[in-house]
T-cell receptor, first 114, second 115 residues
Framework: NAGVTQTPKFQVLKTGQSMTLQCAQD?????MYWYRQDPGMGLRLIYY???????DKGEVPNGYNVSRLNKREFSLRLESAAPSQTSVYFC?????????????FGPGTRLLVL | AQTVTQSQPEMSVQEAETVTLSCTYD???????LFWYKQPPSRQMILVIR??????QNATENRFSVNFQKAAKSFSLKISDSQLGDAAMYFC????????????FGGGTRLMVKP
């Protein structure tokens, strides 16, 4: 049981390049999330998927697209990377148990856009 | 919109001593959840403790406990018998009961543990 996995761990892009960040979870969770973390700030939600086949915008969705490929996988795409998208990206998934819902996070992807 | 504020960018504690990390939040809701997450240098976010707003009793998990003051909108984390492995960034987070599963995070507090 690997939990939440993310690839790659680190990526350098040039402005205007595109790339997809991959996330997978093996815990059979319905909900998945993408966050970004910038220095001095807490994590901010980019997009989330409450269930397979659905996606919704979070707090900072501009410049990103997502795909909930199946229940396990939730990818984040940057179509035209900008230096402002230099950040650490976290994927998470969650499960509801009774009235409690807990999010489990992946190890993060560090992205540098030059 | 809800906001979460952690007013201490950095804290330091001697090994085996007790430290308290502060968190305040702003909301107009009465039903919500609060969390403390730990982020070690590995960057993975690890859930430390959670509190349901409708519960008056403060949550505890081994050496970790919270002081939840609903009227004051305060949610502090107390770490007892601090260990070197407790050194990390700590994030306070809020989740509405009604607005799906979205977490709103504070800016974090870096905890250093001195041997």
């Amino acid at each position: 049981n690997a939990g939440v996995t993310q690839t790659p761990k680190f990526q350098v892009l040039k402005t205007g390049q595109s790339m997809t960040l991959q996330c997978a979870q093996d815990m059979n969770h319905n909900s998945m999330y993408w966050y970004r973390q910038d220095p001095g700030m807490g994590l901010r939600l980019i997009y989330y998927s409450a269930s397979e086949g659905t996606t919704d915008k979070g707090e900072v969705p501009n410049g990103y697209n997502v795909s909930r490929l199946n229940k396990r996988e939730f990818s984040l795409r940057l179509e035209s990377a900008a230096p402002s998208q230099t950040s650490v990206y976290f994927c998470a998934s969650s499960v509801r148990q009774g009235n409690q819902e807990t999010q489990y996070f992946g190890p993060g992807t560090r992205l540098l856009v030059l | 919109a809800q906001t979460v504020t952690q007013s201490q960018p950095e804290m330091s504690v001697q090994e085996a001593e007790t430290v308290t990390l502060s968190c305040t939040y702003d909301t107009s809701e009465s039903d919500y959840y609060l969390f403390w997450y730990k982020q070690p240098p590995s960057r993975q976010m690890i859930l430390v403790i959670r509190q349901e707003a409708y519960k008056q009793q403060n949550a505890t998990e081994n050496r970790f406990s919270v002081n939840f003051q609903k009227a004051a909108k305060s949610f502090s984390l107390k770490i007892s018998d601090s260990q070197l492995g407790d050194a990390a960034m700590y994030f306070c987070a809020y989740r509405s009961h009604n607005a799906g599963n979205m977490l709103t995070f504070g800016g974090g507090t870096r905890l250093m543990v001195k041997p």
